[in-house]
């Protein structure tokens, strides 16, 4: 089973709607979550972390965690076609990050 | 303030040759982290060095090694290349304050094994 787990893509919404994004986790001791967001061709670039459950938001973005369901996820509100990207959720266990395989997000104009 | 950077930038090497990747960490980040991220198969996590020690390792063979100097700046080693170890090599930092740091990376090294 992979430690790290996304919904498949790819997605694709429209200008300014809705991407939700979701990923569940094996460990219950991990500690923190992070969404990272990477372009084509680039680097994986830190969008989100979130360490408690509930709710946190950053502008546009929205990270929600439920550990008991062992589960994370990323809101993309007003989604704009620089959100296009793959996104990887990213969970720490053990001093170890673990990534999932991304799910990528199309947003068309 | 300066991101992490990377070196060389590509790197194509033949089968059987060693190659030396280099990562120099955000300015303060005592942790350096290298994954791998090959076609289709995701970002993996090769190394972790904290302090100059090597902290923990990702399940792959010992020919992929490395180091951390004084300066905090680490060094990947690929002995006797092989074809599927080409991809791109991401070089990550952290304070190394615990497992609730952030990681940030660095542009990465495209190697090409030919």
């Known amino acids: 089973q992979k430690e790290v787990e996304q919904n498949s893509g790819p997605l694709s919404v429209p200008e300014g709607a809705i991407a939700s994004l979701n990923c569940t986790y094996s460990d219950r001791g991990s500690q923190s979550f992070f969404w990272y967001r990477q372009y084509s061709g680039k680097s994986p670039e830190l969008i989100m972390f979130?360490?408690?459950?509930g709710d946190k938001e950053d502008g546009r973005f929205t990270a929600q965690l439920n550990k008991a369901s062992q589960y994370v996820s990323l809101l993309i509100r007003d989604s704009q076609p620089s959100d296009s990207a793959t996104y990887l959720c990213?969970?720490?266990?053990?001093?170890?990050?673990?990534f999932g395989a991304g799910t990528t997000v199309t947003v068309r104009a | 303030e300066a991101g992490v950077t990377q070196s060389p930038t590509h790197l194509i090497k033949t089968r059987g040759q060693q190659a030396t990747l280099r990562c120099s960490p955000i300015s303060g980040h005592t942790s350096v982290y290298w994954y791998q991220q090959a076609l289709g198969l995701g970002l993996q996590f090769l190394l972790w060095?904290?302090?100059?020690?090597?902290?923990n390792r990702g399940n792959f063979p010992p020919r992929f090694s490395g180091r951390q100097f004084p300066n905090y700046s680490s060094e990947l080693n690929v002995n006797a290349l092989e074809l599927e170890d080409s991809a791109l090599y991401l070089c990550?930092?952290?304070?190394?304050?615990?497992?609730?740091?952030?990681?940030?990376f660095g542009p990465g090294t495209r190697l090409t094994v030919l």
């Open positions: 990550a930092s952290s304070t190394g304050q615990g497992a609730r740091d952030e990681q940030f």
């Open positions: 979130i360490y408690s459950n």
């Open positions: 060095y904290d302090e100059g020690e090597e902290r």
């Open positions: 990213a969970v720490t266990y053990d001093y170890k990050l673990s």
